[in-house]
């Protein structure tokens, strides 16, 4: 029996939902609750640019996926709760530099604990090979909606 688009859809609803909901819980549990964007932080603290420390909101903002203007309140909203601190950057003073404090640093941890317990959760039961095969086809349901290839998105997740 063929499955229908509208199936599809609403499994793919339901999982992102059920994704995001898993992520919460995880975060509250370990204190992160009030983290708007943990991904933000993550990639504040991996990013490996010339100036590791300095991100313009636009490029965080097609990072995430997100509006400047969602970054823009992230950061205000991180900055509040003392997970990072703004400073003039040092090449270039009207760009600023988003920089992780102890605790930002702290709560990174803490996200990528979220992340791998909600990942171990969800893929329970799943054989190695299943897993394998699972993150190959929804690389090309990736690249078939960013209209590329396999080979470039492939290229975009390496280190």
Same mark, same amino acid.
């Given at each position: #029996? ?5 199936? #599809? ?25 009030? !983290?708007?964007?943990? #991904? ?25 996926? !997100? ?16 997970? !990072? ?36 959760? #969800? ?37």
């Amino acid at each position: #029996m063929p499955i229908s688009s509208n199936q #599809m859809e609403l499994l793919n609803q339901r999982l992102h939902q059920a994704h995001r909901t898993a992520v919460a819980a995880e975060l509250s549990a370990r204190g992160l609750g009030e !983290i708007g964007h943990p #991904m933000l932080l993550t990639i504040l603290k991996s990013s490996r640019s010339e100036d590791p420390e300095c991100h313009a909101q636009r490029d965080l903002a097609e990072l995430l996926h !997100i509006s400047p203007a969602a970054v823009a309140n992230s950061l205000k909203s991180l900055e509040k709760g003392g997970y !990072i601190h703004r400073e003039p950057g040092a090449r270039d003073a009207r760009r600023n530099r988003v920089v992780l404090t102890d605790k930002g640093r702290q709560a990174v941890d803490g996200c990528q604990d979220a992340f791998e317990a909600v990942s171990r959760r #969800m893929l329970a039961g799943f054989t190695q090979e299943e897993r394998a095969q699972l993150l190959s086809l929804r690389r090309r349901m990736l690249a078939n909606l960013q209209n590329g290839t396999l080979d470039q998105l492939q290229a975009k997740e390496e280190p």
